[in-house]
Protein backbone atom coordinates (compact mmCIF):
# COMPACT_ATOMS: atom_id res chain seq x y z
CA UNK A 1 0.00 0.00 0.00
CA UNK A 2 1.29 3.43 -0.67
CA UNK A 3 1.43 6.21 2.15
CA UNK A 4 -1.13 9.36 1.70
CA UNK A 5 1.30 11.76 3.56
CA UNK A 6 4.68 11.08 1.49
CA UNK A 7 3.34 8.45 -1.15
CA UNK A 8 6.09 5.56 0.19
CA UNK A 9 5.32 2.14 -1.10
CA UNK A 10 4.74 -0.19 2.54
CA UNK A 11 3.96 -4.27 3.02
CA UNK A 12 0.62 -4.89 2.71
CA UNK A 13 -0.80 -4.60 6.63
CA UNK A 14 1.72 -2.37 8.03
CA UNK A 15 0.32 -0.02 10.33
CA UNK A 16 2.68 2.86 10.03
CA UNK A 17 4.82 4.43 7.09
CA UNK A 18 8.70 3.36 6.70
CA UNK A 19 9.81 6.48 4.98
CA UNK A 20 7.73 9.21 7.15
CA UNK A 21 6.01 7.11 10.45
CA UNK A 22 2.42 8.55 9.17
CA UNK A 23 -0.12 6.01 10.53
CA UNK A 24 -1.27 4.27 6.93
CA UNK A 25 -5.25 3.50 6.24
CA UNK A 26 -6.64 0.46 7.19
CA UNK A 27 -7.06 -1.48 4.02
CA UNK A 28 -10.44 -1.46 2.38
CA UNK A 29 -13.29 -4.47 2.27
CA UNK A 30 -13.34 -6.25 -0.62
CA UNK A 31 -15.95 -4.83 -3.04
CA UNK A 32 -19.12 -7.38 -3.28
CA UNK A 33 -19.57 -8.46 -6.35
CA UNK A 34 -23.06 -7.18 -8.47
CA UNK A 35 -26.09 -8.05 -8.11
CA UNK A 36 -29.62 -7.84 -7.26
CA UNK A 37 -30.46 -6.01 -3.77
CA UNK A 38 -32.99 -7.30 -1.75
CA UNK A 39 -35.94 -4.57 -1.39
CA UNK A 40 -36.22 -4.53 2.33
CA UNK A 41 -32.29 -3.06 1.82
CA UNK A 42 -33.20 -0.36 -0.71
CA UNK A 43 -33.11 2.86 1.57
CA UNK A 44 -35.11 5.84 -0.61
CA UNK A 45 -33.26 9.14 -1.39
CA UNK A 46 -34.84 12.36 -1.88
CA UNK A 47 -35.05 13.48 -4.99
CA UNK A 48 -33.04 17.00 -5.40
CA UNK A 49 -35.70 19.79 -5.82
CA UNK A 50 -35.02 20.75 -9.48
CA UNK A 51 -34.09 24.82 -10.07
CA UNK A 52 -36.71 26.71 -11.87
CA UNK A 53 -36.16 26.03 -15.70
CA UNK A 54 -34.37 22.46 -15.27
CA UNK A 55 -35.41 19.71 -17.26
CA UNK A 56 -38.70 17.41 -15.62
CA UNK A 57 -37.19 13.93 -14.41
CA UNK A 58 -38.47 11.20 -16.49
CA UNK A 59 -41.68 8.92 -15.90
CA UNK A 60 -41.22 7.01 -12.92
CA UNK A 61 -38.71 8.68 -11.16
CA UNK A 62 -39.39 9.00 -7.51
CA UNK A 63 -41.43 12.54 -7.07
CA UNK A 64 -41.72 14.68 -4.11
CA UNK A 65 -44.83 16.08 -2.56
CA UNK A 66 -46.19 19.28 -4.68
CA UNK A 67 -45.71 21.74 -1.80
CA UNK A 68 -41.70 20.82 -1.84
CA UNK A 69 -41.62 22.54 -5.79
CA UNK A 70 -40.63 25.76 -6.43
CA UNK A 71 -41.81 27.14 -9.16
CA UNK A 72 -41.90 30.76 -9.70
CA UNK A 73 -42.75 31.54 -12.89
CA UNK A 74 -46.32 32.69 -12.24
CA UNK A 75 -45.10 35.31 -10.27
CA UNK A 76 -43.30 36.69 -13.06
CA UNK A 77 -45.65 36.11 -15.27
CA UNK A 78 -48.00 38.77 -12.80
CA UNK A 79 -45.67 41.30 -12.68
CA UNK A 80 -45.35 41.80 -16.52
CA UNK A 81 -49.09 41.88 -16.73
CA UNK A 82 -48.76 45.44 -14.23
CA UNK A 83 -46.87 46.90 -17.70
CA UNK A 84 -49.82 47.51 -19.98
CA UNK A 85 -51.76 49.24 -16.57
CA UNK A 86 -48.87 51.53 -16.39
CA UNK A 87 -48.13 52.69 -19.34
CA UNK A 88 -51.90 53.79 -19.87
CA UNK A 89 -51.93 55.46 -16.67
CA UNK A 90 -48.67 57.21 -17.96
CA UNK A 91 -50.70 58.39 -20.85
CA UNK A 92 -54.05 59.15 -18.98
CA UNK A 93 -51.24 61.90 -16.98
CA UNK A 94 -49.97 62.90 -20.16
CA UNK A 95 -53.99 63.67 -21.46
CA UNK A 96 -54.62 65.35 -18.23
CA UNK A 97 -51.62 67.42 -18.61
CA UNK A 98 -52.68 68.32 -21.85
CA UNK A 99 -55.87 70.09 -20.91
CA UNK A 100 -54.43 71.65 -18.74
CA UNK A 101 -51.88 72.69 -21.03
CA UNK A 102 -54.11 74.12 -23.60
CA UNK A 103 -57.37 75.07 -21.57
CA UNK A 104 -56.45 75.46 -18.51
CA UNK A 105 -53.20 77.85 -18.76
CA UNK A 106 -54.86 80.56 -21.20
CA UNK A 107 -57.39 80.80 -18.64
CA UNK A 108 -55.20 82.05 -16.18
CA UNK A 109 -53.23 84.26 -17.86
CA UNK A 110 -56.35 85.61 -19.79
CA UNK A 111 -54.87 88.82 -17.96
CA UNK A 112 -57.01 91.70 -16.99
CA UNK A 113 -59.12 93.59 -19.32
CA UNK A 114 -57.60 95.85 -22.21
CA UNK A 115 -58.96 98.41 -24.54
CA UNK A 116 -61.07 101.52 -24.12
CA UNK A 117 -63.87 103.23 -22.59
CA UNK A 118 -65.14 106.02 -23.95
CA UNK A 119 -68.02 108.75 -22.78
CA UNK A 120 -67.93 111.72 -25.06
CA UNK A 121 -70.19 114.85 -25.10
CA UNK A 122 -70.63 118.18 -24.25
CA UNK A 123 -74.22 119.22 -23.04
CA UNK A 124 -75.24 122.78 -22.49
CA UNK A 125 -73.65 123.42 -18.77
CA UNK A 126 -70.96 120.62 -18.39
CA UNK A 127 -68.82 118.73 -20.73
CA UNK A 128 -69.15 115.10 -20.03
CA UNK A 129 -66.10 113.39 -20.79
CA UNK A 130 -65.08 110.42 -19.41
CA UNK A 131 -62.82 107.81 -20.76
CA UNK A 132 -60.21 104.68 -19.52
CA UNK A 133 -57.81 103.44 -21.76
CA UNK A 134 -55.60 100.26 -21.06
CA UNK A 135 -52.79 98.09 -22.55
CA UNK A 136 -52.75 96.03 -19.49
CA UNK A 137 -49.70 97.75 -18.07
CA UNK A 138 -50.14 101.32 -18.65
CA UNK A 139 -53.72 103.51 -18.38
CA UNK A 140 -54.85 106.69 -19.41
CA UNK A 141 -57.98 108.22 -17.70
CA UNK A 142 -59.66 111.38 -19.29
CA UNK A 143 -61.86 112.93 -16.88
CA UNK A 144 -63.72 116.52 -17.74
CA UNK A 145 -61.08 117.28 -19.92
CA UNK A 146 -58.11 116.45 -18.15
CA UNK A 147 -55.87 113.09 -18.80
CA UNK A 148 -53.90 110.92 -15.76
CA UNK A 149 -51.69 108.46 -16.75
CA UNK A 150 -49.87 105.82 -14.35
CA UNK A 151 -48.23 102.30 -14.19
CA UNK A 152 -50.26 99.27 -13.02
CA UNK A 153 -49.10 98.10 -10.10
CA UNK A 154 -51.54 94.97 -9.48
CA UNK A 155 -54.88 93.48 -10.12
CA UNK A 156 -57.41 92.41 -7.59
CA UNK A 157 -61.31 90.58 -8.01
CA UNK A 158 -64.07 91.60 -5.78
CA UNK A 159 -67.01 90.21 -6.75
CA UNK A 160 -67.76 90.75 -10.36
CA UNK A 161 -65.58 93.69 -10.22
CA UNK A 162 -61.88 94.14 -11.10
CA UNK A 163 -59.79 96.85 -9.24
CA UNK A 164 -56.48 98.38 -11.01
CA UNK A 165 -53.89 99.68 -8.30
CA UNK A 166 -52.22 102.24 -10.22
CA UNK A 167 -48.43 103.19 -9.46
CA UNK A 168 -46.07 106.02 -10.78
CA UNK A 169 -49.11 108.30 -11.74
CA UNK A 170 -48.44 111.71 -13.59
CA UNK A 171 -51.54 113.99 -12.73
CA UNK A 172 -51.07 117.04 -14.72
CA UNK A 173 -53.48 120.04 -13.81
CA UNK A 174 -55.97 117.09 -12.85
CA UNK A 175 -58.27 117.79 -9.44
CA UNK A 176 -57.31 122.06 -9.43
CA UNK A 177 -55.30 124.03 -7.25
CA UNK A 178 -56.64 121.97 -3.86
CA UNK A 179 -55.33 118.66 -5.05
CA UNK A 180 -52.01 120.10 -6.78
CA UNK A 181 -50.98 121.62 -2.97
CA UNK A 182 -47.10 120.48 -2.10
CA UNK A 183 -49.52 119.75 1.39
CA UNK A 184 -51.20 116.95 -0.65
CA UNK A 185 -49.60 113.63 0.01
CA UNK A 186 -50.71 109.87 -0.56
CA UNK A 187 -52.26 110.17 -3.39
CA UNK A 188 -53.75 106.49 -4.81
CA UNK A 189 -55.31 105.76 -7.75
CA UNK A 190 -57.45 102.50 -8.57
CA UNK A 191 -59.39 102.16 -11.90
CA UNK A 192 -62.36 99.35 -11.62
CA UNK A 193 -64.03 97.61 -14.50
CA UNK A 194 -66.53 94.96 -14.50
CA UNK A 195 -64.93 91.50 -14.40
CA UNK A 196 -65.02 89.93 -17.69
CA UNK A 197 -65.60 93.17 -20.24
CA UNK A 198 -65.48 93.09 -23.51
CA UNK A 199 -66.57 95.50 -27.00
CA UNK A 200 -69.15 93.16 -27.27
CA UNK A 201 -70.51 92.83 -23.44
CA UNK A 202 -69.15 96.14 -21.29
CA UNK A 203 -72.34 96.10 -18.53
CA UNK A 204 -71.43 96.85 -15.62
CA UNK A 205 -70.02 99.57 -13.45
CA UNK A 206 -66.61 101.25 -14.22
CA UNK A 207 -64.72 104.12 -12.30
CA UNK A 208 -61.76 105.97 -12.16
CA UNK A 209 -61.13 106.62 -7.54
CA UNK A 210 -59.01 109.21 -6.50
CA UNK A 211 -57.73 109.49 -2.73
CA UNK A 212 -55.24 111.54 -1.14
CA UNK A 213 -54.15 113.24 2.46
CA UNK A 214 -53.76 116.66 3.27
CA UNK A 215 -51.19 117.36 5.96
CA UNK A 216 -51.39 120.89 6.44
CA UNK A 217 -55.49 120.69 6.94
CA UNK A 218 -56.80 118.91 10.11
CA UNK A 219 -60.60 120.30 9.77
CA UNK A 220 -60.75 118.60 6.23
CA UNK A 221 -57.71 115.90 6.01
CA UNK A 222 -58.56 113.63 3.60
CA UNK A 223 -59.87 113.73 -0.11
CA UNK A 224 -62.14 111.08 -2.12
CA UNK A 225 -63.39 111.89 -5.69
CA UNK A 226 -64.66 109.42 -8.49
CA UNK A 227 -66.87 109.11 -11.45
CA UNK A 228 -68.62 106.33 -12.38
CA UNK A 229 -70.50 104.94 -15.71
CA UNK A 230 -73.28 102.02 -15.38
CA UNK A 231 -74.47 100.60 -18.51
CA UNK A 232 -76.92 97.98 -18.29
CA UNK A 233 -78.11 95.31 -20.81
CA UNK A 234 -81.55 96.68 -20.68
CA UNK A 235 -80.46 99.87 -22.05
CA UNK A 236 -80.17 101.81 -18.99
CA UNK A 237 -77.46 102.84 -16.15
CA UNK A 238 -75.79 105.81 -14.25
CA UNK A 239 -73.45 108.60 -14.95
CA UNK A 240 -72.24 109.35 -11.42
CA UNK A 241 -69.49 112.11 -10.23
CA UNK A 242 -68.94 112.27 -6.07
CA UNK A 243 -66.18 114.90 -4.68
CA UNK A 244 -65.25 115.70 -0.93
CA UNK A 245 -63.06 116.56 1.66
CA UNK A 246 -63.14 115.89 5.26
CA UNK A 247 -62.62 112.94 8.10
CA UNK A 248 -62.77 109.14 7.00
CA UNK A 249 -67.08 109.39 7.77
CA UNK A 250 -67.07 112.43 5.62
CA UNK A 251 -65.25 111.15 2.25
CA UNK A 252 -66.82 107.52 2.33
CA UNK A 253 -70.34 109.10 0.36
CA UNK A 254 -67.79 109.81 -2.62
CA UNK A 255 -66.27 106.30 -2.86
CA UNK A 256 -68.05 103.88 -5.08
CA UNK A 257 -66.63 101.16 -3.09
CA UNK A 258 -68.43 101.91 0.46
CA UNK A 259 -71.64 101.16 1.51
CA UNK A 260 -72.35 105.31 2.53
CA UNK A 261 -71.25 105.95 -1.20
CA UNK A 262 -73.93 108.76 -2.35
CA UNK A 263 -72.80 110.52 -5.35
CA UNK A 264 -76.28 112.35 -5.22
CA UNK A 265 -74.97 114.03 -2.01
CA UNK A 266 -71.39 114.79 -2.80
CA UNK A 267 -71.74 115.66 -6.59
CA UNK A 268 -74.23 114.15 -9.28
CA UNK A 269 -75.81 111.07 -10.11
CA UNK A 270 -78.12 111.07 -13.96
CA UNK A 271 -80.05 108.67 -14.95
CA UNK A 272 -79.14 107.12 -18.54
CA UNK A 273 -80.74 105.19 -21.66
CA UNK A 274 -78.85 104.09 -24.11
CA UNK A 275 -78.84 102.21 -27.47
CA UNK A 276 -76.29 100.27 -29.76
CA UNK A 277 -74.17 97.05 -29.22
CA UNK A 278 -70.84 95.88 -29.83
CA UNK A 279 -69.28 98.99 -28.69
CA UNK A 280 -71.45 101.82 -29.82
CA UNK A 281 -73.95 103.34 -27.94
CA UNK A 282 -75.79 106.57 -27.97
CA UNK A 283 -76.54 107.51 -24.64
CA UNK A 284 -79.35 110.14 -23.44
CA UNK A 285 -79.11 111.56 -20.08
CA UNK A 286 -80.15 115.47 -18.70
CA UNK A 287 -81.90 115.79 -22.36
CA UNK A 288 -78.39 115.46 -24.44
CA UNK A 289 -77.30 112.72 -26.17
CA UNK A 290 -73.36 111.49 -26.13
CA UNK A 291 -71.40 109.16 -27.72
CA UNK A 292 -70.43 105.88 -25.93
CA UNK A 293 -67.66 103.66 -27.16
CA UNK A 294 -65.73 100.57 -26.11
CA UNK A 295 -62.50 98.44 -27.82
CA UNK A 296 -60.79 95.38 -27.18
CA UNK A 297 -56.82 94.99 -27.68
CA UNK A 298 -54.21 96.78 -26.99
Not at 243 to 260: C, F, L
Request: net charge negative; charged share 20%; with cysteine.
Amino acid sequence: MFCRKCGTKNADGAKFCISCGAELASPQPTAQPAGPVPPQATVPQATPVAPAGAPVPPQGAPQQPFQQTAYQQPAASVKKSKAPLVIGGVVAVLAVLAVVGFVVMPMLNRGPWTGTMMLDGVSANYDHEFGIKTDGKTVTVYDQDDVVTGTIAGTREEGDRVFYDVKDVSWGGWGGSSFSASSVTDKVMTIIVPKGASAAKPFGRWSFVVSATDTDDDEYPLYVRSTTLELDEDGTGYYEFASEWGKESDVAVADPTNSAYDPAGSGWKHPLTSSGSNGSYDVEFNDDTYSLTFTDGK
